[in-house]
């Protein structure tokens, strides 16, 4: 088994999750990039090798719980531990707009397939990561989650990734009442409007400054933060 901290992180062959794997190598982490297209996997892990980044690759897709199951023992052969699962593949299928989509009009199967990738997979994500983290006493589980699924600042539009982002958070508070505040802790992170092809040529942020929280969440120390939403590193209301 490898002395080094190993991540797995989903949805990495392009986007934030690629800057994240970044910046967790940087920091000395075996940081697996995992994509359900594995060769678009293979493909980002050779921007990474030209950076002397050198990534172990999996496939991984987040809708298929034989895919998790597979990737999760792969690295597990590989490396003998995960520490550090980060659930950071979504879709969002749905226009920015409130008058793109209303939750008026959504189709039930948006809803559904929406779910099973930024809810349902994190979850199976974590199930299948869980008793390896348990046993070594350690683990930081970060969930890309997003400022549309606050409570607090809910708003129209894009329902179905609304609703799925929302539950995500649930999910997060509800794993963290029940591993309690030691040795594992999960967080949430809304990194901002990044500019990647879901946050669109406009957005505010660039990916290093998106990445940053998340990797801050992977790295955090033994009295660090668990069960709770951050941007920027600071909290954020529900
Ligand atoms: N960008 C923003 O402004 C923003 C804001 C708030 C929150 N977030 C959250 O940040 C995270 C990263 O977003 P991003 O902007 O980097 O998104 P992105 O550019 O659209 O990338 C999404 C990634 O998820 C992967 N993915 C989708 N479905 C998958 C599946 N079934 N199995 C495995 N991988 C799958 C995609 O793979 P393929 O290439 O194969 O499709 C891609 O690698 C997401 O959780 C998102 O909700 C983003």
């Known amino acids: 088994m ?3 901290r190993v991540a797995l ?3 990495t062959n392009r986007g934030m999750g690629l800057e994240i794997v970044r910046q967790l190598s940087r920091l ?7 994509a359900r297209d594995l060769e678009k996997g293979k493909v980002a892990a050779v921007t990474l090798a030209a950076e002397e980044f050198d990534v172990p690759v999996v496939a991984l897709d987040v809708t298929d719980a034989d895919s998790i199951r597979a990737a999760v023992a792969e690295v597990r052969g590989l490396f003998g531990r995960i520490d550090v699962p980060v ?3 979504a879709i969002l299928k749905e226009g920015l707009l409130p008058e793109d989509t209303s939750i008026l009009d959504v189709s039930g199967d948006l809803v559904n397939q929406t779910f099973l990738t930024n809810t349902v997979g994190p979850l199976r994500m974590i199930q299948a990561t869980v008793s390896g983290m348990r046993e070594r006493g350690y683990g930081r589980i970060v969930n890309l989650s997003s400022g549309a699924g606050q409570l607090a600042e809910m708003g129209g539009g894009f329902p179905a990734y609304r609703l799925s982002k929302s539950a995500l958070n649930a999910l997060m508070r509800i794993i963290a009442a029940e591993l309690g505040a030691h040795e594992i802790k999960i967080n949430s992170v809304c990194p ?3 500019r990647t092809d ?3 040529p406009h957005a505010t942020r660039t990916v290093e ?3 940053e929280t998340a990797v801050w969440l992977a790295t955090l120390p033994e009295d660090g933060p668990t069960g709770g939403s951050f941007r920027d590193m600071k909290p954020i209301p529900w």
């Open 2 to 4: 490898t002395d080094k």
């Open 9 to 11: 992180l989903t949805g």
């Open 28 to 34: 000395g982490l075996i940081a697996v990039l995992a």
């Open 87 to 89: 659930n950071n593949a």
């Open 192 to 194: 901002g409007l990044v």
């Open 198 to 200: 879901m946050g669109g």
């Open 209 to 211: 400054h998106g990445a």
